[in-house]
Structure formats: structure tokens, C-alpha cells
């Protein structure tokens, strides 16, 4: 029996139900089992979610990696990339519970499951993997906005000059205008109390990646033909040994544009029940990772089909396309807000467990822990907040900036980001977890099949963490910190 059953049951048992005044329904109706407020997402908002999360700045660094790939690698690992998130994604959803799939207890973040459900060491292994990859997204994402909001003003120079004056500018003064504005954003409390965030984010990537697409179609269609080879970018123009390091590098770069199953367990928290959370989620997963899939390949195969070997790291702000630049704008103007928003919802599970943590060591330090409230006019309910919460979040952003200037590379730090998370987060943790409560046999052979998954998954991302690293070792060695120009 569930609480707000019991409770009802012990009510009745008395001879009077509680009722809520306004609505006649039982007084608990507004809780969930846990006692927290009602749920109230559906397949839509949790799609929605997911496709905020998946559809990031990954997609513009694909034509890239299918440069590297060719037309037969590099659709065949995308695809291959999309069922093993697909597949993980469905194991992850039966760990929301543990136990039950209908009664057990709540998991209410990815965290928590792996906690509940593989106990204490994997855990914290789990942690500080999970923490690290979605600080280094911070970062990736600083490094992206920065770039886009260059590429506007690059544009406009490009076009003012007539495209004589190649207009190197330093990104720095970009990293710092975004980490400012996410300081601010980043003072706003809970993450599913921000819901039109997620709609924003969700529209502008729409919107950047359907330029991207279009102007691909639009160069192919100029050029009369589909540039790419079969086998990706030939020898000449990289020799033997870089072409390896990129095709490994590309695979990160892939791996990244799927890397999202740290915060499906949290949009999961956010859907009703009933149906069972598990269910609602594996249709929310099945329809936007189609979404994703498709767009994805259209956006690669098309950025590769125009540009061919000369496909740029970054699509929208690579100077393939000059014209129309008002249009090339737009994109990167959807970017730098996209980001934004995307910004904060990875940065969020980081903030919770450091306030977590804090609030449970230090629970009757009112420096840390005591909420302060001020009425700000124009809004009803006061603002809450503690002085933690707000150094720690300034300290955070200043730091993710910081490290964003020291190493302005996206494909790299995409690359290494992708393959840090791609086996732990998305494989192997959620094969575990599935393991375990599912209690699959030793030896039988779902279970060799999952561990074999587990491997090759693990395979791949050494691999592409490898290829990444040795490409920032390249960039390193023409590079001065602080001082990038483009």
C-alpha cells in the first residue's frame, strides 16, 4: 500500500475522511508516495527534456566526425551509438525504483539509483565520474557560446570589410559576458521550477540545427554534388597517424552528441504516475531519441556532404558559410542562448549535492545552512536563499570560465567529454543496476550478451578518450592560454 493510501485507509478507519475545502478531494491528493509535491509530467514534457539534453552543441562538431569516418563508418556508428543509448535508457528507467517498478522506492537522481541499487563504493566512483563529466559540459558549453557569439561578430566584420579583413578577435571577453549572465541565472532555485527553460532550449536548438541543416542543403545543392568519400578524409590532406587520432577523436565527438543518460533519472522524477514512471519514460526515450537520431544523421551527412574533407570542427562557426550571414546570425545567436539554459541544467545536480552535503555535515551552522528571504517587487513569493548557496555557484561559474580560457578547444574537450561519460554513465552503471535488480543470472546469456555490450562500449571509449587527448596535446603545443584568437 502506498502512504497516501494508508493515510486514507487510517482516516476512514476513524470515521471521517480529511477533504480539502476547495476541490472535496482527499487532503493528500496533492502529494506524491514520497510526500513530495505532485508530479505532474507526461511523455511530452519528459521528451521534451530529453531532447533539451540530448540535441546540444553536440550536433555541430558531426559533419566533422563523419568527415573523419567516411559515408559507410560514419552513419553505421551513429546508428550503432543510438540503439546502445536507447537500449541503456531502457535498462535506466527500471532503476527509478528500486524494488517495485510500480511501489518501490524512489531513486530521484542517477545517484541515488546507483547508490540504492549497487551500494557504497561503486558510488562514489559513480560521483566522481558523473560530477567531473558534467562539470567539463559546463566548460564545453562556455567554450561553445563563447565561439558563437564570436562567430556573430566575425560575420558582421566579414561583411562589413567585404571579407578582406579577417577580423582575429579574442574570445576571452565572450567567456567572461557568459560566465557573468550564468552567476545570475545560476541564483535561481530548482531545477523543475524553471519548466520554460527547457521549452526555450528546446526550440533554440531546433532552431540552430535546422540552419545548419539547410544551409548544408542548400552548399550541396550549389555545389551540384555530394563532396565525402567513402572512407572519410583521405591521407594527403592528414597523414597516416593523424587520421587515426581523428577517427578516434570523431568517435568521442559521437559519443558526446548521446551523452545524457546522467540526468534521465531526474526527468523521470518529474513525470506522474500513474501509468508506472518506467513506462511513460521508455516512450518518452523511444520517441526523442528517434528525433535526435534522424536529425543527427541529416545534420552530419549533410555538413559533410557540402564541405567534404574540409568539413569545420565547429559547423555554424567553421567559415564554411559566409552568406547569408543575417541567417548564420540567427543560428549562433540560438546557440549562445541555448547554452545558456543548457548551462544550468547540467550545472544543477552539481549545486544539490554540494548544498546536500553541506546542509547534512554542517546542519546548525546558520552561515551555511540558515534560508534568508527577500521580497522582490513585482514577484509574489519571497526569494530564498543562503550564503552558500550563493559562493559556492559564483565560485563554480568563475571556474568552469577560468579552465574555458585555458583551453578554448571544442572538438577536443567534446571528445574527451564524450568518451569519459560514453562507457561509465551511459554503459556500464546502467547494465549493472539492471544486473542487479533484475537479478539476471550469471553465465546465462542475457548475461554475457549485457557484458559484452559493456566491453565494446568500454573499447570505444578508451579509445576515443585517447584520440581526444593526443588532439589537445596538438593544439597545446601552437597554443598560448589566455591569449586564443580566431
Avoid at 494508508?6 to 475522511?17: D, I, K, L, Y
Avoid at 493528500?28 to 521528451?47: E, I, P, Q, Y
Avoid at 551509438?81 to 541503456?88: G, K, Q, R
Avoid at 542543403?217 to 597517424?241: E, H, R
Wanted: with cysteine.
Amino acid at each position: 500500500m502506498i502512504m497516501g493510501e494508508t493515510a486514507a485507509a487510517n482516516n476512514h478507519h476513524h470515521g471521517h475522511r480529511v477533504f480539502d475545502a476547495v476541490s472535496q478531494q482527499p487532503a493528500f491528493k496533492c502529494f506524491d508516495d514520497d510526500g513530495r509535491l505532485k508530479r505532474t509530467g507526461t511523455v511530452w514534457t519528459a521528451s521534451a527534456h530529453i531532447i533539451t539534453a540530448v540535441i546540444g552543441s553536440g550536433v555541430l562538431s558531426l559533419a566533422w566526425a563523419i568527415a573523419q569516418l567516411g559515408w559507410v563508418a560514419g552513419p553505421t556508428v551513429m546508428l550503432l551509438f543510438s540503439f546502445v543509448t536507447l537500449y541503456s535508457s531502457t535498462l535506466l528507467s527500471d532503476c527509478y525504483r528500486t524494488g517495485d517498478a510500480v511501489s518501490g522506492k524512489r531513486n530521484y537522481t542517477y545517484m541515488d539509483a546507483v547508490r540504492s541499487i549497487l551500494g557504497g563504493f561503486k558510488f562514489k566512483i559513480c560521483g566522481l565520474i558523473q560530477y567531473l563529466n558534467l562539470f567539463g559540459v559546463a566548460v564545453g558549453y562556455t567554450i561553445a557560446a563563447s565561439i558563437s557569439m564570436m562567430a556573430i561578430k566575425r560575420s558582421n566584420c566579414f561583411h562589413k570589410s567585404g571579407g578582406k579583413d579577417p577580423c582575429h578577435m579574442s574570445s576571452n571577453p565572450y567567456m567572461i559576458m557568459f560566465g557573468v549572465t550564468e552567476i545570475l541565472l545560476s541564483q535561481v532555485p530548482d531545477f523543475d521550477q524553471i519548466w520554460w527553460i527547457s521549452i526555450v532550449a528546446a526550440v533554440m536548438s531546433f532552431t540552430y540545427s535546422a540552419i545548419g541543416l539547410a544551409l548544408g542543403i542548400v552548399q550541396v545543392a550549389a555545389n551540384g554534388v555530394f563532396k565525402g568519400s567513402l572512407t572519410g578524409i583521405s591521407i594527403g590532406t592528414v597523414t597516416q597517424t593523424q587520421k587515426i587520432w581523428r577517427t578516434f577523436q570523431a568517435l568521442g565527438d559521437i559519443a558526446f552528441a548521446y551523452s545524457y543518460s546522467v540526468v534521465l533519472i531526474e526527468i523521470q522524477d518529474t513525470v506522474r504516475s500513474p501509468p508506472s514512471e518506467s513506462k511513460t519514460m521508455k516512450k518518452a526515450t523511444k520517441l526523442s531519441i528517434a528525433i535526435t537520431t534522424i536529425f543527427y544523421m541529416l545534420c552530419g551527412s549533410m555538413g559533410y556532404a557540402a564541405f567534404g574533407d574540409a568539413a569545420p570542427g565547429n559547423l555554424l562557426t567553421g567559415f564554411g558559410f559566409y552568406n547569408p550571414f543575417w541567417l548564420l546570425d540567427i543560428a549562433n545567436a540560438a546557440i549562445v542562448v541555448h547554452l545558456i539554459g543548457a548551462y544550468q541544467v547540467f550545472s544543477q545536480p552539481i549545486f544539490a549535492f554540494a548544498e546536500k552535503s553541506v546542509s547534512e555535515r554542517f546542519p546548525d551552522n546558520d552561515l551555511l545552512t540558515k534560508e534568508l528571504e527577500f521580497k522582490i517587487p513585482g514577484f509574489r513569493s519571497p526569494y530564498k536563499t543562503n550564503v552558500f548557496r550563493v559562493v559556492f555557484r559564483c565560485c563554480f561559474v568563475v571556474l568552469t570560465t577560468v579552465i574555458s580560457m585555458l583551453m578554448p578547444f571544442f572538438n577536443d574537450v567534446v571528445g574527451i567529454l564524450g568518451a569519459l561519460g560514453f562507457w561509465p554513465l551511459t554503459v556500464y552503471f546502467p547494465v549493472e543496476m539492471y544486473i542487479k535488480q533484475r537479478k539476471v543470472e550469471k553465465w546465462s546469456t542475457r548475461w554475457v550478451c549485457l557484458q559484452m555490450l559493456s566491453v565494446s562500449c568500454l573499447v570505444i571509449s578508451v579509445v576515443a578518450g585517447v584520440g581526444s587527448i593526443a588532439g589537445v596535446m596538438l593544439d597545446l603545443k601552437v597554443y598560448k592560454p589566455f591569449q586564443s584568437t580566431y
